[in-house]
């Protein structure tokens, strides 16, 4: 049963398929979002053009609401040049070991321009716009309500949920700790905000008096209504759509996801320099001594960029970063409409089972 604040926007079911950057494509947020979910455009590392190019790409394929999601970052970053020259020389040194051909460069830039993509954003107007790493500014909030965008902001913990309220927020996305991907979290160290979803949602639903999604961990229809009964008004699910053909994920990710155990889903800085959840695979296994070291998000991003580039093309999961949450053994690889499918019908089962 959809919440009163997505039959508001018109969307069907209480079901959110995640931003996930770099993985969803314009196919998959259209399937979704045309089988009465949200889907949700991962544009954290897309320049402004391209968000304009998939933004219309989603359009060509559904008329139904979706969401852009962007990396809420600063326009520029310090750079320890020490740092960032000690990174390249043990990720050329892994790449040489493990025979992959590229080695690391300097980027033009070390990530878009946020004004930019924000303003992409702005021109591509989507129902609904997602913000993940830290708050917008009064006036960046101000300029979507005047547009009539629905704001989601991603939190952490309770206190990161009550930043968002204030601010604004339609809605707030709350990352439980077994959420895959990056760790939302901007008022606390991620390592400290790493909250399991049962805790967090009616510890947030008693705090913030706008509607609450879960995320982290769900992975079929029983869990949706388990968020729903501690509170959400809808459920968040990313890695549950990563094995999907829509899916833009490296084909070795795909097939390294069903075989995960839970035990082996871990918290990693060490691809990107900011916490994220993934599989311990042998390169988190040969970064963990530099780890500490490593300059800041989203400088070693941009560094293991070429890496992740040529692990892919090489069917290399071992040194990809398999994002991914501790539900990863549960992904089904179906086409995303029948996913919708399957876990709507999941969700009513479960809902029958308990009033039964
Ligand atoms: C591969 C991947 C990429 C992600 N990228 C983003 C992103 O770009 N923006 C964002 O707000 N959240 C991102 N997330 C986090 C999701 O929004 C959500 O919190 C998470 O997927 C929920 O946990 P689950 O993966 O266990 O379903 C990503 C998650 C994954 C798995």
């Not at 394929?61 to 520029?76: G, K, M, Q, Y």
Request: charged content about 15%.
């Amino acid at each position: 049963m959809a919440s009163k604040w997505l039959t508001r926007l018109g969307i069907a079911h209480p079901l959110i398929q995640a931003p996930m950057s770099g993985s969803t494509t314009p196919a998959l947020v259209a399937a979704v979002s045309n089988a009465g979910g949200l889907g949700s455009l991962g544009a954290g590392y897309l320049e402004p053009q391209a968000i304009l190019e998939q933004a219309a790409q989603v359009r060509s394929l559904s008329d139904r609401p979706f969401a852009i999601n962007l990396f809420v970052l600063p326009e520029t970053f310090d750079v320890d040049a020490a740092a960032v020259a000690s990174a390249r020389r043990h990720l050329d040194v892994l790449m040489e070991r493990e025979g992959l051909a590229v080695r690391t460069s300097l980027p033009e830039r070390w990530a878009p321009s946020f004004a930019g993509q924000f303003a992409a954003l702005c021109e591509a107007q989507p129902a609904v716009a997602s913000f993940a790493f830290d708050l917008l500014t009064p006036a960046q909030m101000q300029q979507l309500k005047r547009l009539d965008i629905t704001v989601i902001g991603t939190a952490t913990t309770v206190d990161e949920a009550r930043a968002w309220a204030e601010l604004g927020a339609d809605a707030i996305s709350m990352q439980g700790a077994e959420a895959g991907g990056h760790r939302g979290s901007f008022l606390h160290e991620p390592e400290e905000a790493l909250i399991g979803l049962f805790a967090l949602l009616p510890l947030t639903v008693r705090a913030v008096g706008i509607p609450v999604i879960a995320a982290g961990g769900i992975m079929d229809g029983r869990g949706m209504l388990a968020a729903e009964v501690l509170g959400a008004a809808a459920s968040q699910l990313g890695t549950a759509f990563l094995a999907c053909p829509e899916c833009s994920a490296a084909e070795a990710w795909k097939r390294d996801l069903p075989l995960a155990a839970e035990h082996q889903v871990t918290t990693v800085r060490s691809f990107s320099g900011r916490a994220a959840r993934g599989l311990r695979n042998r390169y988190v296994e040969a970064m963990q001594p530099f780890e500490a070291a490593l300059p800041a998000y989203p400088l070693t991003n941009a560094l293991t960029a070429p890496l992740r580039r040529a692990a892919a093309a090489a069917g290399r999961g071992d040194l990809l970063s398999e994002w991914c949450g501790q539900g990863a053994g549960m992904v089904r690889a179906l086409p995303a409409a029948e996913l919708v499918a399957v876990l709507m019908a999941e969700y009513a089962e479960a809902r029958k089972n308990l009033s039964s």
